[in-house]
């Protein structure tokens, strides 16, 4: 029979737990990567913002458009040239300013365009979505939708 010798290993009290030195150089890296995971987070929120603009300038030239074809072609036509603000939402939001432009190149038809402008700024003080005013720099935005309408009746200059 062997007999085997167990023999404890103590660690010298110089090696116990971690330096001061490994203690900072882990803090720093874990700061350096919870900023850049903050420099994302804001970036998604400024994109979603965007996003979100974008389909309520959508929505408002369907809905502008939608108020055009309920018309006859003849009142659509008095609608050219015209134009609104709108604030979504109402008192506090963004500003969005919808064009309306009517043409009958000839009598059986209507081009009609309705343009959605908007500005955004982009700002970490901009992120949070609020209606606030941002200090930050500024891009103006465009949404367009265009349409024909064929309208056999209609002659332009008779209403």
Do not use: F, K
Not at 46 to 61: H, P, Q, R, V, Y
């Amino acid at each position: 029979m062997s007999s085997t010798t167990i023999r404890s290993v103590r660690a010298r009290p110089e090696e116990l737990g971690l330096t001061i030195l490994e203690s900072v150089i882990v803090l720093s890296l874990l700061m350096i990567v919870l900023l850049g995971v903050t420099g994302l987070h804001l970036l998604a929120i400024s994109a979603g913002n965007a996003a979100e603009a974008s389909t309520i300038a959508s929505n408002l030239a369907r809905a502008r458009l939608e108020e055009l074809l309920a018309l006859p072609p003849s009142q659509i036509i008095q609608q050219s040239n015209t134009e609104t603000a709108e604030q979504v939402p109402p008192g506090q939001g963004r500003t969005y300013t919808v064009r309306t432009g009517v043409e009958a190149p000839d009598r059986t038809r209507l081009d009609i365009t309705v343009t959605v402008t908007w500005s955004q700024a982009y700002t970490s003080s901009c992120a949070s979505g609020e209606g606030a005013p941002c200090a930050g720099s500024t891009a103006t935005y465009t949404r367009t939708l265009e349409t024909r309408v064929y309208t056999p009746d209609y002659i332009p200059g008779n209403s």
